[in-house]
């Protein structure tokens, strides 16, 4: 995570320090990117993790997993990250999971609840 989505985070965790029993950070989800053929073993490997998908934060409370886009000034793009972090989350971790999907942020931009609401995304200003 980058220094403002940092801030973010723990002043989320300064109001609501019982929020989650474990979380995760940068977790990796989805294929990256094509690795090339006669690729050493090690490089390969590597370059996958450099090249997958991050979600910010998963929270784990009980039988409930939330997956949290962290986002400065907060716009409607950050919903449809979220979303595809929720169905990669499925098809890499857990396909019967049911995430609840977050965007966390300090500033809303126009129309971004909007669109967060009807997605079923759920916007946190923090």
Known sequence: MREAETLIWERFLAKFPDAYDEVAYNVKVGEGAEIPDGTDEVIAFDFKVLTQRKIDVIGFKNNIIDIIELKPYAGTGAVGQ???????????????????????????QRDTRTVAEAEGVKLIII
Not at 92 to 105: H, R
Request: hydrophobic letters at 35%; glycine letters at 4%; proline letters at 4%.
């Open 82 to 108: 979220v979303k595809a972090y929720g169905v990669l989350y499925k098809k890499t971790y857990d396909s019967t999971a049911n995430p609840n999907l977050i965007v966390m942020s300090d500033v809303e």
